[in-house]
């Protein structure tokens, strides 16, 4: 059951969720989110017994409304991805950044490292680990790493897990589906799952791309952030590239989504392509 369509979310509660929920992940939900918002906050304010989103509002402003700030921002972030989403991106990566990149660790221990900060449930991280497993097959000496990090539990467990319905797993070469997935039987025909060998190089981790320090190393190689900053505003975005760009090495690449440039924002970086970004070495 749910609490009746009919039950409105007035213009005062969906600004003060509008307020809260941009102060903490700096998401912008303008005035016509308030249906969609509305829809999606039905069933927590069933799950919670509560029949009015006035006493949802109230819930969030106590003491005891710290996690459910959480859990309002996970029902409020959209998380659609797929595997190889923006393919020219791996291609870039793969043609041109990796090979240089090994060439710079060769005779070294350190590993590329790698970022996905805003992962959703996964297929992008592991599309990711496909690309550098691909590559690392001719150089078995490389040693790589990828943290993938969301602001949404409910994803992060999608993406630890790594599981995904078949049809979704859609591949630029098909033989990468027996090489890297295995398939599910059982309870789980239908599905495949991201072979072990390539989950042991992502880490993941909850991460809200505002909060103060990040949980992963500074240096890193290559960070991909896509498709999230179109959900934030101007002072935002310059914010983030700023602080991503202090996370990456020198020479290192951003990666941004194609409907995501950062023109319009000052930032330190140099464009190889429009949504491909440099940090001067
Ligand atoms: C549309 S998905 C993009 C997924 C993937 N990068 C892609 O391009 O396919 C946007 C993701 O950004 C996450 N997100 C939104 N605001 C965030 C924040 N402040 N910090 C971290 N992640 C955030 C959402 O939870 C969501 O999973």
Redesign the pocket.
Known sequence: MLIPPDVPLSERAFGFLANLVYER???RLGPDRQSLVAGRLRQRLLALGLDRYEDYCALLESPQGGDEVDSL??LI??????FF??PAHFDLLARDILPRLAEGVQGSLRPLRLW??????G??AYSLAIVLGEFARTRPWLSWHIDA????QR?LVRCRQGIYEEEKVVLPASEWRERWFQRGIGEREGYLRVKAELRRHVAVHW????QEGYPVAAGQDVI?????MI??DAPSRELLVERLTDMLAPGGHLFV?HSESLIGIRHRLVAVSPSVYTRRA
Not at 149 to 152: E, K, L, T
Not at 207 to 210: I, Q, R, S, T
């Open positions: 992940s700096r998401i921002i996970d972030s959209t998380n659609h991805t797929h989403r923006e996905t900060a805003a992962a959703s449930s297929e992008e990090s969301d602001i949404s994803m991460v809200n791309l505002f991909f952030c896509r498709n999230v959900y934030f989504g």
